[in-house]
């Protein structure tokens, strides 16, 4: 939703640096709001290992996931990505 926000209305107005940088915040506020929810939605173990290892297996998954969805949306190598 942000991506579209900041594609559609925010480049075209400021630059594409300043309106990544403009989302950089709320990006960061969601990911820690949706972190703190599901590891108490989990019920994790509060040892530092589960999280990190949650954390790293999230980031594989939303890498893959947009190198997926660049090759299948915009027919572009994942080099050219």
Known sequence: MLGLIRTLWATPCVGTRAAELMETPIMLLVIITGASWLTRRLTLPPIWS????????ALVILVAAEFAFVVWLR???????
């Open 50 to 57: 589960a999280h990190l290892s949650m954390g790293v297996v």
């Open 75 to 81: 027919g572009m190598s994942i080099w050219e990505h």
